[in-house]
C-alpha cells in the first residue's frame, strides 16, 4: 500500500449562496498561494466544501457567489500595486432575486472607464466590495448590476 501524498491547503470561512438563494456556511480549501475567486472560474465542475455537519461537495454552476472576509480575499486586481482604482457603488440583481450592494474597483485606464467596462472583463466571475465581506460573484448568475 502506497502512502498519499497531502497537498497543503489553508482552510478558508466562506459563505456559499447558490443559484436558487439559499445560503450555506463552511470552508473552502485553497492552495496556499490560492484565491477564492478560482472557484467560480474554469476548473473541475464540482468543489468540496466542509460544513459543520461534514463534508459537502457542490456543482460550480450551482455557485452564485463567494463571502469572504477581507483577509481571505484577494481580488484579481491586487497585482496592481501602486495602480489607481476607479471604484462604482453598485446594486447587484441575482437571478435568485437577493440583491448584494457594494463598490465594484477596476484599475482606472484610458477608454476603459465604465461600470460595463469592468464587468465585461473576460473573467467568469468579479469582485464586490461590501463593507466587512468581499464578495466574489458569478457572472452567469447575475441578471443585472445599477450604478447606486
Same mark, same amino acid.
Given at each position: 500500500m502506497t502512502p498519499?501524498?497531502?497537498?497543503?491547503?489553508?482552510?478558508?470561512?466562506? $459563505? @456559499? %449562496?447558490?443559484?436558487? +438563494?439559499?445560503r450555506r456556511k463552511g470552508?473552502?480549501?485553497?492552495?496556499?498561494?490560492?484565491?477564492a475567486a478560482d472557484l467560480l472560474e474554469d476548473g473541475e465542475p464540482f468543489v468540496p466544501i466542509k460544513?459543520?455537519? +461534514? @463534508?459537502? %461537495?457542490?456543482?460550480?454552476?450551482?455557485?452564485?457567489?463567494?463571502?469572504?472576509?477581507?483577509?481571505?480575499?484577494?481580488d484579481i486586481h491586487?497585482?496592481? +500595486?501602486?495602480?489607481?482604482?476607479?471604484?462604482?457603488? %453598485?446594486? %447587484?440583481? @441575482?437571478? $435568485?432575486?437577493?440583491i448584494l450592494c457594494g463598490e465594484l474597483r477596476h484599475p482606472a485606464s484610458i477608454g476603459r472607464a465604465r461600470t460595463t467596462d469592468c464587468l465585461n472583463e473576460p473573467q467568469r466571475s468579479f469582485c464586490l466590495h461590501a463593507g466587512r465581506s468581499v464578495i466574489h460573484i458569478a457572472?452567469?448568475?447575475v441578471e443585472c448590476v445599477e450604478e447606486a
Open positions: 498519499e501524498l497531502v497537498v497543503p491547503v489553508i482552510r478558508v470561512p466562506v $459563505s @456559499l %449562496v447558490l443559484y436558487d +438563494g439559499r470552508a473552502m480549501f485553497l492552495p496556499p498561494c490560492g484565491n460544513e459543520p455537519d +461534514g @463534508l459537502r %461537495v457542490y456543482a460550480r454552476a450551482a455557485v452564485a457567489c463567494v463571502v469572504l472576509r477581507p483577509e481571505f480575499a484577494r491586487d497585482t496592481h +500595486g501602486e495602480v489607481q482604482l476607479r471604484t462604482w457603488r %453598485v446594486r %447587484v440583481h @441575482l437571478r $435568485s432575486g437577493i457572472k452567469a448568475q
